[in-house]
């Protein structure tokens, strides 16, 4: 079914093992807000994550921006590079194990450097806007009737059931996506954790554009208790994380009417163009303060991923481009 893409993949890694830059996906528990409210609620006290990540030697974390992409291309393209992630990690704990047993602690049979497992060098960000689609995360698969499922397709939107965390929310064009696919081995950071520094990223960038923002008992960022302008959904298998958050910038927010979004009854949604009164907020005018609300978040720096690993582009390109063949 993959089989052309997941080759051009293995060819890549294997000609230039030392510079990929992959995604991820992640467990069924991921969503650790909730745990944190049944923590509070049984009186046990969650520890703070840190003001700031102390950064270990990580390499540039890339970033690509793909526009018009459909839900379903986005889940696909993650899961085939998680899956080549995660056999690579696989790959270099064997080389590792080879080499020890051979006495050469500093080489292995892949290449000629050490090839560490954690230091950040696959992490990846895809910066997306979708086609107009409703998604429903882990809980709810299942739980929608095909009348309702007939109807949310009726209004011009796909209607597609993820392996996110969450419950069902829209994306579509002026909404900022973004996929970060992480180590959180590599900074030592919690599901919790995690979370909250996508929640800081997300502040800091309103902030950029002068929107003051909140957290509240819920996931996400609210502009006040009633109205949200960010949700996260996330996924997290061995550490790392696929999936991730919707800004947003200048959606069409009449979607967002037809669904109890992230399943919220009261609330309501917003975006920076309608907060602002200014429609031509759009997602790549966000994108600049997002990459360095998001570097200074995660102390990271941020680079194109065409200066990066300009082949692994290519590949990802060649994919959204043409998919995978029937």
Not at 105 to 120: A, C, K, L
Not at 190 to 197: A, D, L, Q, R, W
Not at 257 to 272: M, P, R
Request: with cysteine; proline share 5%.
């Amino acid at each position: 079914m993959t089989f052309r893409f997941v080759v051009g993949i293995n060819e890549f890694y294997h000609r230039r093992r030392r510079d990929f830059v992959g995604i991820a996906t992640m467990r069924d528990d991921v969503m650790a807000a909730n745990t944190t409210a049944s923590a509070t609620a049984a009186g046990l006290q969650e520890p703070a994550c840190p003001t700031t990540i102390a950064r270990p030697l990580l390499s540039p974390l890339p970033y690509i921006y793909l526009r018009d992409l459909p839900y379903n291309r986005s889940t696909e393209l993650q899961k085939c590079l998680v899956e080549r992630r995660l056999q690579l990690r696989k790959e270099a704990k064997l080389a590792e194990a080879c080499s020890n047993s051979h006495n050469n602690n500093s080489r292995n049979s892949y290449t000629d450097t050490p090839f560490p497992v954690e230091d950040g060098r696959h992490d990846l960000i895809l910066l997306v806007e979708h086609t107009p689609t409703y998604t429903n995360g882990r809980r709810n698969r299942g739980a929608i009737s095909e009348q309702e499922v007939a109807r949310l397709e009726g209004l011009g939107a796909k209607y597609v059931e993820s392996l996110r965390g969450g419950e069902i929310t829209f994306h579509g064009p002026g909404q900022l996506v973004a996929y970060p696919m992480l180590d959180l081995k590599a900074t030592k950071l919690s599901t919790k954790c995690y979370i909250s520094y996508l929640e800081r990223a997300i502040m800091a960038t309103c902030a950029e554009w002068g929107v003051k923002t909140i957290k509240t008992e819920n996931t996400g960022v609210w502009i006040n208790d009633q109205k949200k302008i960010a949700a996260i959904g996330v996924q997290v298998q061995r550490y790392i994380t696929s999936h991730g958050l919707g800004l947003n910038c200048n959606t069409n927010l009449d979607f967002f009417k037809e669904i109890i979004a992230c399943g919220l009854v009261g609330k309501g949604t917003t975006s920076l163009s309608q907060e602002l009164k200014d429609p031509s907020i759009d997602v790549q005018k966000v994108i600049p303060a997002f990459l360095k609300s998001f570097g200074i978040s995660f102390n990271r720096t941020l680079k194109p991923l065409s200066e990066v690993n300009p082949e692994l582009e290519r590949v990802i390109l060649e994919f959204v481009q043409n998919g995978f063949p029937q």
